[in-house]
C-alpha cells in the first residue's frame, strides 16, 4: 500500500471517529475513555475541541467536563427562553428518575465502600457484588426496594436487572464479559453532579409550579 493510500485510511478513519464524536455528544451522550475511547482520545487534541466548541457553538453550545474532567458533554450557553425550556426538559427527564439513581448509588456505595462516591473507571464485578449483596439483608432490602427490581425475586435476577439498566444508560460498559467484569464510566459522573446540584440549590430553576412538599420529595 503506497503512502497516499495510507494517508487517505487515516483520514477516512479519523473522519468517521470525529463523526462518532459529534453523534455522541448531541445525542446526549458523555464521552469518556470507558464508554468512548477512540472518541475520548481524539477530544484530548486541544485542536479538536477547538473544532467542536466552533461547530456547537452554531447551536448555542459547548463543551463541558464532568467533576474528574474524564468526560465530556454538551451544555448551553447562556440561558435565553429557549434554552431555559431545554434545561428543564433535561433537569426533567433526570427528576423523573432522581429517586432511582439516589437510591442505586447509595446501595452500591454501601456495598463497595460506604464513604466515597463511584468513580469513573471503577470495576464492578457482578459476582463480588451478588456476594455481598447476598450476605447483606440490608442491602438486599436496598436492591430490591429500586425500581429495576420490582419484577424480580432473586437477589441474582435483581441485580442483573440493575446492571442491565445501568448498561442501558449507559453509566456503565462491560469490561470483561467472561468474568462479568464492568466498568463505570463518567456519565455515572454528571448524575452524582446534578444530584449535588439539585441538592445545593433545593429546587430546580424554572420549576416554579411545583409545592414545596414536592420538591422535597425528590430526595426521600
Known amino acids: 500500500m503506497d503512502s497516499n493510500a495510507l494517508s487517505n485510511n487515516h483520514a477516512s478513519g479519523h473522519s468517521e471517529t470525529y463523526r462518532q464524536l459529534i453523534t455522541t455528544l448531541l445525542g446526549g451522550g458523555v464521552v469518556c475513555p470507558w464508554s468512548s ?29 464532568t467533576s474528574s474532567g474524564r468526560g465530556h458533554y454538551l451544555v448551553y450557553r447562556g ?6 425550556l431545554v434545561a428543564r426538559e ?11 439513581y439516589v437510591r442505586m448509588l447509595e446501595m452500591l456505595m454501601n456495598t463497595l465502600h460506604a464513604d466515597t462516591t463511584l468513580v469513573a473507571g471503577e470495576e464492578l464485578r457482578f459476582t463480588e457484588l451478588l456476594n455481598q449483596v447476598g450476605q447483606s439483608p440490608s442491602l438486599q432490602t436496598q ?4 425500581h429495576s427490581s420490582k419484577k424480580y425475586g432473586a437477589v441474582k435476577e435483581q441485580l442483573e436487572s440493575l446492571f ?28 452524582q453532579d446534578v444530584i449535588l446540584f439539585i441538592q445545593d ?3 430546580l430553576p424554572e420549576i416554579e409550579d411545583e409545592s414545596p412538599a414536592a420538591r422535597q420529595g425528590y430526595l426521600t
Request: hydrophobic residues 40%.
Open 164 to 191: 442491565q439498566r445501568m448498561t442501558k444508560e449507559g453509566l456503565i460498559v462491560e469490561a470483561n464479559a467472561k468474568h462479568s467484569i464492568y466498568q463505570v464510566t463518567a456519565r455515572i459522573e454528571l448524575i
Open 143 to 146: 436492591l430490591g426496594e429500586l
Open 201 to 203: 440549590n433545593e429546587r
Open 37 to 65: 475511547p477512540a472518541e475520548s482520545r481524539l477530544l484530548e487534541k486541544s485542536d479538536i475541541q477547538n473544532k467542536v466548541n466552533s461547530w456547537v457553538g452554531e447551536l448555542g453550545m459547548e463543551l463541558a467536563e
Open 79 to 84: 440561558f435565553d427562553p429557549a434554552v431555559r
Open 90 to 100: 433535561i433537569f426533567s427527564r433526570v427528576m423523573k428518575d432522581l429517586r432511582f
